[in-house]
């Protein structure tokens, strides 16, 4: 089957780094997403691996490691607007289909 | 200069009606996508179209059905709705299927409700 999980609240303090965590289990691998979504909004686009390691943009960075099924998105110095669902996504082999997990809802406190 | 449009933001209709919601990306991209946001979150891909032809087509009622007039454009009809249908649905677009040019990029959502 096709299972992306990830916890599903998290807690953090302003100006703090904090880690979300996401595992999956797919038909194949053809590259990982993470998406912020803000409640009412549409998801936007925050980082894509494919291959092991670490990508890092600005207080964003994303690692992969695709034997383990695992990802996870790092956010330092966190800001008060970073209070956002943040979702993990998979795209399955032949590139057409993405799997999004449930999201974490991430409540950054002053 | 908004890339993925959607029209319209919020749908409030009776069971049973016919409705349609439009999607039109000015990005240039090859391939589009709808997608159900429930109650719970969850983003479900429900089609997707590449050269306006159709390459997803999820366990979705027949009562849904996507056209694709051109690359720009990708609506969406839904027959004889239900209450179930009520959910957030999000137009996405990307400029290609596979690798960081399979990155989705999504217009702002139609709220449907269905009462």
């Known amino acids: 089957g096709q299972n992306i999980d990830q916890p599903t609240e998290m807690t953090a303090t302003e100006g703090a780094i904090v880690q979300i965590n996401c595992t999956y289990q797919?038909?194949?691998?053809?590259?990982l997403f993470w998406y912020q979504q803000h409640a009412g909004e549409a998801p936007t686009f925050l980082s894509y691996?494919?291959?092991?390691g670490l990508e890092e943009k600005g207080r964003f960075s994303s690692f992969l490691s695709r034997s383990k099924g695992y990802s996870y998105l790092l956010l330092k110095e966190l800001q008060m607007k970073d209070s956002a669902s943040y979702l993990c996504?998979?795209?399955?082999?032949?590139?057409?289909?993405?799997?999004f997990g449930a999201g974490t809802r991430l409540f950054v406190k002053a | 200069d908004t890339a993925v449009s959607q029209t319209p933001k919020y749908l409030v209709t009776q069971m049973g009606n016919d409705k349609s919601i439009k999607c039109e990306q000015n990005?240039?991209?090859?391939?589009m996508y709808w997608y159900k946001q429930d109650s719970k979150k969850f983003l479900k891909i429900m089609f997707s179209?590449?050269?306006?032809?159709?390459?997803i087509n999820e366990t979705v009622p027949n009562r849904f059905s996507p056209k694709s007039p051109d690359k720009a454009h990708l609506n969406l009809h839904i027959n004889s709705l239900e209450l179930g249908d009520s959910a957030v649905y999000f137009c996405?677009?990307?400029?290609?299927?596979?690798?960081?040019?399979?990155?989705?990029?999504f217009g702002p959502g139609t709220r449907l409700t269905v009462l």
């Open positions: 691996n494919v291959l092991d």
């Open positions: 797919t038909s194949g691998f053809n590259g």
């Open positions: 179209y590449n050269n306006k032809e159709l390459i």
């Open positions: 996504a998979v795209r399955n082999t032949g590139g057409f289909k993405t799997i």
């Open positions: 990005l240039g991209h090859d391939t």
């Open positions: 996405a677009s990307s400029q290609d299927v596979g690798g960081p040019r399979g990155t989705q990029y």
